[in-house]
């Protein structure tokens, strides 16, 4: 199937491949334009940055998008994600993005669709384009990923995010630690403490705690959570000197990561969200270049 679904597959060679892309496009040394297609997002879970900026990413290459709204679909109606991909492709779209609750819902697409099919995050296994805009980031500021020391702090045992990462980031040449409680980590990576990790680290990637997945879990309230794992208004003033603060947002201020830290000078988050266009938009472009 053409398009993203993992970054699993993908060479070191063309994750730089797209990083550069990406680059290209944001310093404004590359337009490209591909009017008359039309794309969709087919979001079944929630999002504010994924949903939008692919779309945003469309825009700025001509490509017209469409949101589908599952909530006043055929889906009520006992439509599965088959048909209702088969749809846009017999109603003459060039492409979709989804985001679903279930890990690989992408498998029971392959072969069906000669559409490019993007990952907008699959439950809590990928979540490819947001890996890549946090690498473009990254590479961004430190122009390089060999030696860097990142930590992923927090929900990893749920999240779409930390298990990508670490992958590719091991394989960039990356050290990747993880840091939180006992019911969060797993074997991801060597488990340190947040402030070894604030001593430490180039990257203090936090992560967003999942109460919608998990209510009550935690077995400590959230200022408990906060003080024990979480990047305090404290802890942000002992950040290594040139680290920098990632969250792939949306964010819990005062759980996970402090409102001074979120707004800290040494805090990427707002480059990690505009970033996700020119991710995006590389992405889409490779796709229809026959390149991805
Ligand atoms: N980071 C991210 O995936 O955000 P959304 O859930 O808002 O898309």
Redesign the pocket.
């Given at each position: 199937m053409k398009g993203l679904l993992t970054l699993e597959n993908i060479g070191v060679n063309k994750v730089q491949e797209i990083i550069d892309l990406a680059l290209e496009f944001k310093k404004g040394k590359k337009s490209v334009r591909y009017p008359n297609l039309k794309m969709a997002t087919l979001f079944f879970?929630?999002?504010?940055?994924?949903?939008y900026s692919f779309q945003s990413a469309m825009l700025n290459l001509g490509i017209t998008p469409i949101s589908f709204n599952a909530k006043m679909s055929s889906v009520n109606k006992g439509e599965s994600l088959y048909d209702t991909v088969k749809t846009f492709e017999n109603i003459g779209f060039d492409g979709v993005v989804i985001?679903h609750p279930q890990n690989r819902y992408f498998d029971e697409l392959t072969g069906i669709t000669k559409m490019p099919v993007f990952n907008?995050?699959d439950g809590s296994g990928s979540?490819p384009t947001?890996t890549l805009l946090d690498l473009v980031t990254i590479y961004e500021e430190f122009g390089r990923f060999k030696g860097l020391k990142i930590c992923i702090i927090g929900d990893i045992a749920h999240s779409r995010?930390a298990h990508g990462n670490a992958e590719i980031m091991k394989r960039l040449g990356m050290e990747v630690f993880i840091s939180g409680p006992d019911f969060f980590v797993d074997d991801t990576a060597e488990v340190i403490s947040i402030d070894r990790a604030v001593a430490e680290m180039d990257i203090i990637m936090l992560l967003r705690v999942q109460f919608e997945r998990h209510k009550d879990a935690m077995g400590m309230n959230t200022n408990e959570y906060h003080q024990r794992y979480g990047l305090t208004k404290f802890r942000v003033e002992r950040l290594k000197e040139n680290a920098i603060i990632m969250h792939?947002?949306?964010f819990n201020r005062g759980v996970e990561i402090s409102s001074d830290a979120v707004e800290h000078k040494r805090s990427r988050i707002n480059e990690q969200m505009t970033n996700g266009v020119y991710a995006r938009m590389a992405v889409i472009s490779m796709t229809l270049e026959g390149k991805l």
């Open positions: 879970e929630d999002s504010t940055r994924t949903n985001r907008g995050g979540h947001q995010v792939p947002a949306p």
